[in-house]
């Protein structure tokens, strides 16, 4: 759950809901949400891991429990649910996604990456717009600073839509703002991945107040830092600090009876005295 850069086709208008399509007539006009992949790669690399696990060669096959590659990742995704096929080339514009859904815009699409975030310091997203015309900021609704939007845009591929932090609600922006966290400036690929770690460390800490509603979401900003990462056989410490981990977190292997073994990276026992 949260918000990330898209890079979309010059001019995209993300499909929106009609009265042919709407199961409800409440929400035609809405956005649908959709996938940042296209039907065709998506079906053939879904086919290409179905093999691999029937050949007993996938890499996350082995203690997954799961005999066949559809009980570990479900079936291909919808083609509904994809968003149309285009190439790298021609996706060179950029839009903000929320990721609480599929993913749907929350800012119009711009040719550069300037022009948004000047977007955002004028106006924020789409949310923060329908909360400051409601008069409901119980989350932070004001437009973004400059330091938010420089570093979502130019740095960060994904933000948290809040962290709750010492009893406190802290959007992705003021978070996307915290100079502390992020660092400044150009930044070596190993600072950068240090800047990287801090976010992820922040992030897990910070739901620590709410750690059962917000499993799924730490689960996801693990899966953005380590790719073979999956629910059913790691599971995040929300307390051991790990120097050694992509995410600065304890990364545990789980057994076949779900319990935690050691660190994946450090190789610390969960329990410690």
């Not at 929320?98 to 119009?108: F, M």
């Not at 409601?134 to 939007?149: F, Y």
């Not at 995410?247 to 610390?268: A, N, P, W």
Request: hydrophobic residues 30%.
């Amino acid at each position: 759950m949260g918000r990330e850069i898209r890079r979309v086709i010059p001019n995209w208008e993300h499909p929106r809901e009609t009265a042919e399509t709407a199961r409800d007539p409440r929400a035609i006009g809405k956005f649908i949400p959709l996938y940042d992949y296209d039907y065709e790669t998506h079906l053939a690399e879904w086919i290409d891991e179905n093999s691999q696990w029937q050949r007993g060669e996938h890499p996350s096959q082995k203690g997954s429990g799961c005999k066949y590659y559809q009980d570990y990742a479900g079936d291909p995704t919808d083609p509904d649910m994809c968003r149309p096929k285009w190439s790298e080339n021609e996706a060179s514009w950029y839009q903000v996604y929320e990721t609480v859904s599929e993913g749907t815009p929350v800012t119009p699409a711009f040719g550069t990456q300037q022009e948004l975030i000047e977007y955002l310091v004028a106006n924020g997203d789409f949310w923060d717009q329908k909360r400051r015309r409601e008069g409901n900021c119980s989350m932070p609704c004001q437009p973004w600073s400059r330091d938010a939007a420089e570093n979502f845009v130019k740095e960060l591929p994904w933000m948290p839509s809040m962290i709750i932090t010492n009893g406190k609600i802290l959007s992705g922006s003021e978070l996307a703002a915290f100079q502390g966290v992020l660092g400044s400036g150009i930044m070596t690929q190993q600072t950068e991945q240090a800047a990287q770690r801090r976010v992820a460390t922040a992030l897990i800490i910070g739901y620590q107040p709410s750690i059962e509603l917000l499993t799924q979401e730490i689960n996801e900003v693990a899966k953005r830092h380590i790719p073979d990462f999956h629910f059913l056989n790691d599971a995040v410490s929300t307390f051991w600090k790990c120097n050694k981990s992509p995410i600065g977190m304890c990364v545990f292997k789980l057994s076949e009876r779900g319990l935690k073994t050691d660190c994946r990276y450090c190789h610390q026992p969960s329990e410690r005295k």
